[in-house]
């Protein structure tokens, strides 16, 4: 087997296509031939030892994979050889096989690609517990989405229409904007790649302006930095505010803001609600495919790379240049 293994903290060009034994499935794992792996934000930091899980040297990063079991471990029962499955496996994905907990796996339908199947969980995940679980979004109430041309943005545009919600995308850019509408966005409001005083007063009166009187029920923020503010003072009475992620640096926000808007400041950590609360999780997964199959949520993959390319990919996403998702595979 190879894997793109990270051997000391730094950027992409870091990683290194490397040789090693194939794996033996211990008791409760299965052993995946891995056919493609979702990109995310995470897996940008985790290599330069920024995110809050940081593993053992040397490592993959990949937080996410689809492939075909090929060996069972002790114990396992419900997977058998052959199986079409996804996994999520927090790092180490950017490989051509690994073993992973059963618990982890979970099949995908036969008419599932492998490249969908490794852009679905993470992304449609977060944000499905996001929209549902913390911010309660309900029909009828307008959803707010800063960064809603990224993985998780363009998740939530499409969860946001399924739960009947007018969806506002914030970007930045006309490509990205025109992206968000087509697929399904109601409005797009494109904000400056640098924000200083003036240009979050511009960008809170957009907001305010597009939205309508009452404002902004549910924000969802993958962006952080100094857009979160004008935000926050565009929020309906009640609002929630959920913090999703922080590429743009994290956010200083005045908490009087809260108090005059009487709206709530909500965390998302998709990726500890899964241990903590896994029959909550499992319900959130089956609901997720059940919209697949339906049409009602498809991935977008923007761009393709053979895994040992993983570098350039990582480059996309730093660069905050990807549309939907980006995907490793494997011949």
């Not at 897996?43 to 330069?48: G, K, N, Q």
Request: aromatic fraction near 8%.
């Amino acid at each position: 087997m190879h894997a793109m293994l990270s051997t000391a903290p730094g950027g992409p060009e870091t990683l290194e296509w490397t040789g090693q034994p194939t794996p033996e499935p211990k008791k409760g794992e299965v052993r995946i031939a891995v056919k493609a792996a979702g990109v995310n934000f995470p897996d940008t930091l985790i290599i330069r030892d920024l995110y809050q899980v940081k593993p053992p040297r040397p490592f993959a990063p990949g937080g996410e994979v689809s492939g075909v079991v090929e060996a069972l471990g002790d114990g396992v029962s419900h997977l058998a050889v052959g199986d079409r499955v996804l996994a999520m496996t927090s790092f180490g994905g950017f490989t051509t096989h690994l073993c992973a907990p059963v618990t982890s796996c979970v099949k995908i339908p036969d008419d599932m690609p492998f490249d969908q199947a490794a852009c679905f969980i993470f992304t449609y995940g977060t944000s499905h517990y996001a929209l549902k679980n913390r911010g309660e979004l309900k029909e009828g109430e307008t959803l707010l989405i800063l960064g809603a041309a990224g993985g998780v943005g363009a998740a939530a545009i499409e969860l946001g229409k399924a739960a009947g919600a007018r969806v506002i995308a914030a970007v930045s850019s006309q490509e990205k904007a025109q992206f968000c509408r087509d697929l399904g966005a109601d409005d797009a409001i494109i904000y400056p790649r640098e924000m200083d005083r003036d240009a979050q007063k511009a960008l809170s009166a957009e907001i305010k302006r597009v939205a309508g009187s009452e404002g902004v029920h549910v924000a969802y923020d993958a962006v952080g930095g100094d857009y979160a503010e004008p935000v926050i003072r565009s929020m309906a009475w009640g609002g929630r505010f959920l913090v999703v992620g922080f590429p743009a640096g994290i956010p200083a926000i005045p908490l009087n803001l809260t108090l005059l808007k009487s709206c709530q400041i909500v965390g998302v950590f998709w990726g500890a609600s899964i241990y903590r609360d896994p029959k909550g999780h499992m319900q959130n997964i089956t609901e997720l495919f059940e919209m697949y199959e339906k049409g009602k949520i498809k991935p977008h993959i923007s761009a393709s790379f053979p895994m040992q390319d993983a570098a350039k990919a990582l480059e996309l996403i730093a660069d905050r240049k990807v549309q939907g998702k980006v995907v490793l595979t494997n011949d």
